[in-house]
């Protein structure tokens, strides 16, 4: 079984702050991770992805994520946030199978 | 390319109603899948199709009906609507090719569907 956790449900930052959403998983297998972006009334697009190599992954919008195996986690990172950027964030994986699984998702709100 | 399309945006529908959701992409994906979304649900997967002429169940597949067309078409059917069924639903493909490692999911715009 696999499993993916989004440590926080909203997380409210102020604009130009830095800011990090949470994702730990769980598998048994080896996995490939991803983090999408959904914008009001908008379906998901993909932000990132990591499949192998560098532990580091940069996106678009100057997001990017790390890779922690021994930690299980894929935490999403941005340095400078704009009030664009506001949207629900998902993290999912997908590991030996066709259906990957998805986090519930972390609504970042950036306030002016 | 338009990629993933779903149709209608909007539907409201009576209990007891039946109705299809239409869903086509252009990428010429193997694996399409029907998720609904709701408030602090996050995605719940309704049904998937791994390749064309196979259809699977996921994690929520009561009072749905699907039919794999075809590579291009993915249609979901709720046969008598109930207002559990009030979502937003979402179609999406993938590739879901281990050898050309393309896995992540293309998704459409959504159907947003009131069962009054």
């Known amino acids: 079984a696999q499993s993916v956790t989004q440590l926080d449900s909203q997380v409210p930052v102020f604009e130009e702050a830095p800011v990090e959403l949470r994702c730990n998983y769980s598998s048994s297998v080896s996995v490939y991770l991803f983090w999408y972006v959904q914008y009001p009334n908008q379906g998901l697009q993909l932000l990132l992805k990591y499949l192998s190599g560098s532990t580091l992954v940069k996106g678009i919008n100057g997001f990017e994520a790390e890779f922690n195996k021994s930690q299980t986690s894929f935490h999403l990172r941005k340095p400078s946030v704009h009030i664009s950027d506001t949207a629900e964030y998902f993290c999912?994986?997908?590991?030996?199978?066709?259906?990957?699984?998805f986090g519930r998702g972390t609504s970042l709100i950036v306030h002016p | 390319n338009a990629g993933v399309t779903q149709t209608p945006k909007f539907q409201v529908l009576k209990t007891g109603q039946s109705m299809t959701l239409q869903c086509a992409q252009d990428m010429n994906h193997n694996s399409m899948y029907w998720y609904r979304q709701d408030p602090g649900m996050g995605l719940r997967l309704i049904y998937y199709?791994?390749?064309?002429?196979?259809?699977d169940k996921g994690e929520v597949p009561n009072g749905y009906n699907v039919s794999r067309l075809n590579k291009r078409e993915f249609s979901l059917r709720l046969e008598s609507a109930a207002p559990s069924q009030t979502s937003v639903y979402f179609c999406?493909?993938?590739?879901?090719?281990?050898?050309?490692?393309?896995?992540?999911?293309?998704f459409g715009p959504g159907t947003r569907l009131t069962v009054t």
């Open positions: 999912a994986l997908r590991g030996g199978s066709y259906i990957p699984t």
């Open positions: 199709s791994a390749s064309e002429g196979t259809t």
């Open positions: 999406a493909s993938s590739e879901a090719s281990w050898a050309s490692g393309n896995h992540e999911q293309y």
